[in-house]
């Protein structure tokens, strides 16, 4: 392609699709994108998850999840709650604004030259804990995902001391 060959052309050419009816020139803006993805093969979706072909305006995925792995059955080891964690009521923390000088901040301009992203086949195994996976534009996303993983192993048994009473027997504890 020669420097001063409009990169639109060839996909103009192809296509006949053109932007606008008023065919600007170099170079072309396609601020709002279609997607066409030529498969989607998704074997396992859980926890909070988007799927979705189109687009959408604002999305707030939350999930909350104590993965709890105990030595003993959870029968007989109790319950967990999650006002016991404080993961779960605290606040993201802010980002400061910039503070240095102009000269290092750094300005982005982006061109989208075609107005389609074209993929073609995608295969994804697994997806979960507020994750997304969209084929379209969103105009606002804000994910959040809290796990607190947890092992939890048997207490030794305890031993008492010479001429004290034994402890009355817990099942969870003593198996």
Do not use: W
Request: aromatic content about 10%; proline content about 9%.
């Amino acid at each position: 392609m020669k420097v001063d060959e409009n990169p639109n052309d060839a996909y103009i050419y192809s296509s006949g699709f053109t932007a606008s009816p008023a065919y600007e020139p170099f170079p072309l803006d396609y601020p709002i994108r279609t997607a066409e993805v030529g498969g989607l093969t998704i074997v396992s979706a859980s926890g909070a998850t988007i799927v979705q072909l189109g687009d959408r305006g604002q999305s707030t995925p939350k999930l909350r999840a104590l993965a709890l792995q105990r030595e003993i059955d959870h029968t007989r080891a109790g319950d967990v709650y999650f006002e016991s964690y404080d993961l779960f009521t605290q606040s993201f923390p802010s980002f400061d604004d910039f503070d240095g000088p102009a000269t290092d901040i750094i300005h982005t301009k982006r061109t989208n030259h075609c107005p389609r992203i074209i993929v073609g086949c995608v295969y994804i195994i697994a997806i979960g804990s507020s994750a997304s996976v969209q084929a379209g534009n969103a105009m606002e996303t804000t994910a959040e995902s809290r796990i607190k993983h947890i092992r939890q192993f048997k207490r030794p048994i305890p031993v008492p001391g010479v001429g004290c009473p034994l402890p009355p027997l817990k099942p969870a504890l003593y198996r």
